[in-house]
T-cell receptor, first 111, second 115 residues
Framework: DAGVTQSPTHLIKTRGQQVTLRCSPK?????VSWYQQALGQGPQFIFQ???????QRGNFPDRFSGHQFPNYSSELNVNALLLGDSALYLC??????????FGSGTRLTVV | EDQVTQSPEALRLQEGESSSLNCSYT??????LFWYRQDPGKGPEFLFT???AGEEKEKERLKATLTKKESFLHITAPKPEDSATYLC????????????????FGKGTKLTVNP
């Protein structure tokens, strides 16, 4: 049973560019959450998608947006990249009442 | 105000030297406390969920316990392969209906076990 799959694994972008990260949830999971983890910090909640809608949002600017598709997969988009956006971006899937399964993350470096 | 505080930030042990990691929380009406293990460059791997004070769970050399104010992750006779960052997390105080709870994470404890 495949777990959570994220792509790409690594990405280097220039300030001001836009980036799209992708996530395929674990089979049977209908909820996808995105977290940002800076070096030496715990993951911070960005937002959560359930039934193709953004249901919860953390303290992140509107430059961060997302989407969930009918097959429950999800995208995270970040516009106008800043150096401070460099981090490990984690996708976690779950279904109501179950715990999270995390993917291995996408390491984004903004130069 | 941080809702989850982990200590120590880093811990070095010799193989076989038992110790404990601490996770204190300020959320009232706790609705679960989660422990994860994270290897460098990887996503967190689920270890335990605890729901009520007095609850204990074990997995190999790890045992997690919960009180009304904090949780401990006890590591008995650790091995080098136990080296990782251990994260704890809690849902926020406000219950959310629909989808799953978001988690508020501590900064983690980086454990190094030397052979």
């Amino acid at each position: 049973d495949a777990g959570v799959t994220q792509s790409p694994t690594h990405l280097i972008k220039t300030r001001g560019q836009q980036v799209t990260l992708r996530c395929s949830p674990k089979s049977g999971h209908d909820t996808v959450s995105w977290y940002q983890q800076a070096l030496g910090q715990g993951p911070q909640f960005i937002f959560q998608y359930y039934e193709e809608e953004e249901r919860q949002r953390g303290n992140f600017p509107d430059r961060f947006s997302g989407h969930q598709f009918p097959n429950y997969s999800s995208e995270l988009n970040v516009n106008a990249l800043l150096l401070g956006d460099s981090a490990l971006y984690l996708c976690a899937s779950s279904w109501t009442g179950d715990g999270y399964t995390f993917g291995s993350g996408t390491r984004l470096t903004v130069v | 105000e941080d809702q989850v505080t982990q200590s120590p930030e880093a811990l070095r042990l010799q193989e076989g030297e038992s110790s404990s990691l601490n996770c204190s929380y300020t959320v009232s009406g706790l609705r679960g406390l989660f422990w994860y293990r994270q290897d460098p460059g990887k996503g967190p791997e689920f270890l335990f969920t605890l729901y009520s004070a007095g609850e204990e769970k074990e997995k190999e050399r790890l045992k997690a316990t919960l009180t009304k104010k904090e949780s401990f992750l006890h590591i008995t006779a650790p091995k080098p392969e136990d080296s990782a960052t251990y994260l704890c997390a809690v849902p926020p105080p406000v219950s959310y209906q629909g989808g799953s709870e978001k988690l508020v994470f501590g900064k983690g404890t980086k454990l190094t076990v030397n052979p």
